[in-house]
């Protein structure tokens, strides 16, 4: 009998994210696969990988939120590493969108590439492609998303603003 292995992908933290950013009201996986532009089955294979690294609850509705707040805080910079990239447009990320744009004041810009964007700055690679769509149908992901990504890339004082902001949404 051969078995694999569960490895978490970023997309298994956006989704995560998404149903923080629902206030864990009850969703469902076509309602995660319609607001982050994924397929059902993906939706599916990430809360699967979820509940067996133990950051989604046994019934799989709730996130493990204790658990997952430690992992973001000490984990996602090493498990989904990320380095600026070229200038480019975009969506704004990181220390350059909400909540803290307006707390931490600074000339280095970081975007999501795209297209569509409005802003000019380093581009960072977002966890999953569909991300630059989603966060406009959801501010609060979007957020959650931005202070990821400060995680990702930040220096300390970014990221310990970073994380006590996390805290204040997440827990």
């Known amino acids: 009998m051969k078995t694999q292995q569960q490895n978490m992908r970023p997309q298994d933290i956006v989704v995560l994210l998404k149903i923080i950013a629902l206030r864990e009201n009850s969703w469902s996986q076509i309602v995660l696969a319609n607001e982050l532009f994924m397929s059902q089955s993906e939706i599916s294979q990430c809360l699967s990988r979820s509940k067996y690294a133990g950051l989604l609850q046994v019934g799989g509705k709730k996130v493990n939120k204790q658990s997952f707040m430690e992992f973001l805080q000490y984990g996602i910079k090493y498990v989904f590493p990320q380095q600026p990239g070229a200038v480019v447009r975009g969506v704004p990320t ?3 969108a909400p909540p803290l744009h307006a707390i931490i004041q600074s000339e280095e810009k970081y975007v999501w590439p795209s297209g569509k ?44 603003i970073a994380v006590q902001e996390l805290k204040k949404r997440v827990l």
């Open 94 to 96: 990181a220390h350059s």
């Open 117 to 160: 964007g409005t802003v000019r700055g380093q581009s960072l690679i977002p966890l999953y492609s569909s991300v630059v769509d989603a966060v406009k149908l959801d501010p609060l992901l979007h957020e959650l998303l931005a202070l990821v990504d400060v995680l990702r890339v930040g220096r300390a004082r970014e990221r310990g």
